[in-house]
T-cell receptor, first 116, second 113 residues
Framework: DAGVIQSPRHEVTEMGQEVTLRCKPISGHNSLFWYRQTMMRGLELLIYFNNNVPIDDSGMPEDRFSAKMPNASFSTLKIQPSEPRDSAVYFC??????????????FGPGTRLTVL | GNSVTQMEGPVTLSEEAFLTINCTYTATGYPSLFWYVQYPGEGLQLLLKATKADDKGSNKGFEATYRKETTSFHLEKGSVQVSDSAVYFCALTRNTGGFKTIFGAGTRLFVKA
């Protein structure tokens, strides 16, 4: 089974540019999570979806961040415009609470974003 | 609200030493408890889990017991290896209308040969 797939693995961009991160969850999983990890703030939940519907976006830092899940097999996290303080590793994770009542999350390898 | 507190790192041990990483939680009801591990350059992966009081989760020589009376889920391993060097996250999940996992801050472990 393929795990959670994220692209790109590394992204370097300049301040003010638009950045789009992509995620393909594990087939059959109906919950999807976006996290941001930095040395200073640790692991932060940005937003999560259940059955493609955003359930909690209280962790999204500001209006520059947006996330979509147009179907069960694809999600994007967009930053527009990007700023140097957005530099971090962004993880996508998926889970299947219906099948696994303990709700184990499966993480992708992450996208390392550097904003110059 | 729900929260997880784990011991600050880094923890530095010699190979074959005994490991304990403390974790306590605050939650209403009966959460599921987890330990995740993150190796350098990778995403988090499940190490072990427990779903109810007195359950013991175990994997790869690591163990943790769900203690409701002390609201704790401490991670232990009898003899660590260099390959165990990683960051360890304690976490809980409750179904509060959605399955949101609360993670601790993470504890970095260094094991010296």
């Amino acid at each position: 089974d393929a795990g959670v797939i994220q692209s790109p693995r590394h992204e370097v961009t300049e301040m003010g540019q638009e950045v789009t991160l992509r995620c393909k969850p594990i087939s059959g999983h109906n919950s999807l999570f976006w996290y941001r990890q930095t040395m200073m703030r640790g692991l932060e939940l940005l937003i999560y979806f259940n059955n493609n519907v955003p359930i909690d976006d209280s962790g999204m830092p500001e209006d520059r961040f947006s996330a979509k899940m147009p179907n069960a097999s694809f999600s994007t996290l967009k930053i527009q415009p990007s700023e140097p303080r957005d530099s971090a590793v962004y993880f996508c994770a998926s889970s299947s609470p219906g099948r696994d009542s303990t709700d184990t999350q499966y993480f992708g390898p992450g996208t390392r974003l550097t904003v110059l | 609200g729900n929260s997880v507190t784990q011991m600050e790192g880094p923890v530095t041990l010699s190979e074959e030493a005994f490991l304990t990483i403390n974790c306590t939680y605050t939650a209403t009801g009966y959460p599921s408890l987890f330990w995740y591990v993150q190796y350098p350059g990778e995403g988090l992966q499940l190490l072990l889990k427990a779903t109810k009081a007195d359950d013991k989760g175990s994997n790869k020589g690591f163990e943790a017991t769900y203690r409701k009376e002390t609201t704790s889920f401490h991670l232990e391993k009898g003899s660590v290896q260099v390959s165990d060097s990683a960051v360890y996250f304690c976490a809980l999940t409750r179904n509060t209308g959605g399955f949101k996992t609360i993670f601790g801050a993470g504890t970095r472990l260094f094991v010296k040969a």
